[in-house]
T-cell receptor, first 117, second 111 residues
Framework: NAGVMQNPRHLVRRRGQEARLRCSPM?????VYWYRQLPEEGLKFMVY????????ESGMPKERFSAEFPKEGPSILRIQQVVRGDSAAYFC???????????????FGPGTRLTVT | DAKTTQPTSMDCAEGRAANLPCNHS???????VYWYRQIHSQGPQYIIH???NNETNEMASLIITEDRKSSTLILPHATLRDTAVYYC????????????FGIGTKLQVIP
């Protein structure tokens, strides 16, 4: 069972360009989470999605950032008109559906390192 | 924001037990204690979790105090590959997981 896959692993964009980050969850997982990690900082929650639905986007910047998780295909985190402050590692995690009472862990991908020049 | 407090850094000699403390004095009855680690430049890796009983798996042991206000992650025989940032997180059972990571403890295993 392949783990969470993210691509590209490294992405370089000039200021003003668009960045598209992809995340393929583990097989059978229908919950996807995106996190951002600035240099020397902890991971910050951005958004939680289920198939075709955004459940919680409270950690997403109000402008330029969007996320989707279509019925078919990977989850996409899109950053429009990137600025230098967007340079960070972006991690995706997935978890299986149907959690009830109890606990369960998230499985993280290797991350995409975005550098804005 | 993180509801846990951890030391910023720790050293441990290779082959010895690494004991990583975590304070979570405001933990509520339905919240679990989770531990993840992040090896340099990689995604976080789940280690172990518990509610109130001590837990052990192939990676580590988790000791939770009786009042649940603190816990200790134990790596019984630390190796150089255990050098990483270790995150202690509390979160409720059920529902979805909006995990909040703090700064964590940077564990350096020394040869």
């Amino acid at each position: 069972n392949a783990g969470v896959m993210q691509n590209p692993r490294h992405l370089v964009r000039r200021r003003g360009q668009e960045a598209r980050l992809r995340c393929s969850p583990m097989k059978g997982h229908s919950h996807v989470y995106w996190y951002r990690q600035l240099p020397e900082e902890g991971l910050k929650f951005m958004v939680y999605l289920q198939k075709e639905n955004i459940i919680d986007e409270s950690g997403m910047p109000k402008e330029r950032f969007s996320a989707e998780f279509p019925k078919e295909g990977p989850s996409i985190l899109r950053i429009q008109q990137v600025v230098r402050g967007d340079s960070a590692a972006y991690f995706c995690a997935s978890s299986p559906p149907g959690q009830g009472v109890g606990s369960y862990e998230q499985y993280f991908g290797p991350g995409t390192r975005l550098t804005v020049t | 924001d993180a509801k846990t407090t951890q030391p910023t850094s720790m050293d441990c000699a290779e082959g010895r037990a690494a004991n990583l403390p975590c304070n979570h004095s405001t933990i509520s009855g339905n919240e679990y204690v989770y531990w993840y680690r992040q090896i340099h430049s990689q995604g976080p890796q789940y280690i172990i979790h518990g509610l109130k009983n001590n837990e052990t798996n192939e990676m580590a042991s988790l000791i939770i105090t009786e009042d649940r206000k603190s816990s200790t992650l134990i790596l019984p025989h630390a190796t150089l590959r255990d050098t990483a940032v270790y995150y202690c997180i509390v979160r409720p059972s059920g529902g979805y997981q909006k995990v909040t990571f703090g700064i964590g403890t940077k564990l350096q295993v020394i040869p």
